[in-house]
């Protein structure tokens, strides 16, 4: 059973040769690198522009977008200067050349153009594998563990059990 594993990714998105790049205070990160890992497994993947808070109502994104001093940007602030991208999907996580896609169960492609949208905003990308229950129930069973949890409530509903009758005064 693959573990648990969460990723958060926070600033200023910027691209160098075929590198996607956040920039914070916390340093710089590749974010494929990133994201890599969880390619293949089922996810939540969320990414989404991130303007300063309070946002500011006269500038592009609320603040968030680099580009209005160049009178465009590719996520199309200068047509809607107030929208923010927010695109948050579940499935299982592939890359198709330089997109990260999600693919649904049901057979839909979510495609998220990450350096499209992030590239020059103050942005955010979080993923996180999905459990999935089933697994994990058999892999208790398997390792005997669900006998232990069902040990482990006998004996908590027998300390409880114990607990009232002390409160009450009542004796065994």
Avoid at 26 to 46: C, E, H, Y
Avoid at 60 to 88: D, K, V
């Amino acid at each position: 059973m693959d573990g648990f594993r969460a990723l958060l990714v926070e600033g200023v998105f910027y691209k160098t040769d075929s590198r996607l790049l956040c920039a914070s205070d916390r340093g710089v990160v590749d974010v494929n690198a990133m994201l890599s890992p969880l390619q293949g497994q089922r996810v939540r993947l969320a990414a989404h522009h991130l303007p300063p808070n309070p946002p500011d109502p006269t500038k592009w994104g609320g603040g968030c977008c680099l580009w209005e001093q160049t009178g465009r940007c590719p996520a199309g602030h200068h047509a809607r200067p107030t929208w923010l991208f927010n695109l948050s999907h579940e499935g299982i996580l592939v890359q198709d050349g330089a997109t990260w896609v999600v693919e649904s169960f049901d057979g839909t492609r979510t495609p998220f153009r990450l350096e499209e949208m992030l590239v020059g905003h103050q942005a955010r990308v979080a993923a996180a594998t999905v459990l999935d229950l089933e697994k994990m129930r058999d892999a208790l069973g398997a390792a005997g563990g669900s006998d232990e949890v069902e040990s482990l409530v006998e004996r908590a509903n027998d300390l409880h059990d114990l607990l009232s009758r002390i409160r009450g005064g009542e004796k065994k």
